[in-house]
């Protein structure tokens, strides 16, 4: 499913559904709910038998080592499968987990590449190509918010730049 030219595929529905909330047992930040699925194919192998049949939440604290948890379960990042991009050393920082698109990649067609527009840059980089991301992306979350995020930063320092040349 293209998220580009899509705006109703199947990973972006329900996405945004806001649930009551846990608080991080370490940072005590609020959490994102996550769906048990998306963390049974983010946690390491190893750890799959700990999961369980609950949600989990993540926790959203850029500082904080803590991925998912659940009453007395936690995963700390070092116990998953890909770095969530939302902590601070996320390395690399994945905006489309589908594609394995970076914020640098994005930035770098905008800047260096001269995408103009988002599809441009989807075009450029792949991103929101072939979209899993209930499964593929920490959240759970459709990464098409995210990766218009970095392209409207991206679109600003260009246009910053250009205007130091004027
Ligand atoms: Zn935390």
Same mark, same amino acid.
């Given at each position: ?6 705006? +109703? ?36 192998? !190893?750890?799959?038998?700990? #999961?369980?049949?609950?949600d989990y ?9 803590? &991925?998912?948890?659940?009453?007395? +379960? ?13 902590? $601070? ?11 394995? #698109? ?5 930035? !770098?067609?905008?800047? $260096?590449? &001269? ?24 959240? &759970? ?5 995210? #990766?218009?995020?970095?392209? !409207?930063?991206?679109? $600003?320092?260009?246009?910053? +730049?250009?205007?130091c040349l +004027?």
């Amino acid at each position: 499913m293209d998220c580009c030219t899509t705006s +109703n595929c199947s990973c972006c529905e329900n996405s945004y559904i806001e649930t009551l909330s846990q608080a991080c047992p370490v940072c005590k930040y609020q959490g994102m709910l996550v769906k048990n699925f998306t963390v049974k194919h983010i946690v390491l192998d !190893e750890y799959l038998s700990q #999961v369980g049949s609950n949600d989990y939440f993540l926790c959203t604290n850029p500082e904080c080592d803590v &991925g998912y948890y659940q009453g007395e +379960n936690v995963f700390y990042k070092q116990q998953l499968k890909v770095p969530i991009w939302l902590k $601070k050393d996320a390395n690399p920082k994945y905006v489309c987990y589908c594609s394995k #698109v970076t914020e640098d990649d994005i930035m !770098e067609a905008v800047l $260096k590449k &001269g995408a103009k527009t988002l599809s441009e840059v989807c075009k450029i980089t792949g991103a929101m190509k072939d979209c899993k991301c209930e499964i593929n992306n920490p959240t &759970g979350k459709c990464c098409a918010d995210i #990766v218009k995020e970095v392209f !409207e930063k991206a679109i $600003k320092i260009k246009e910053r +730049n250009t205007d130091c040349l +004027n």
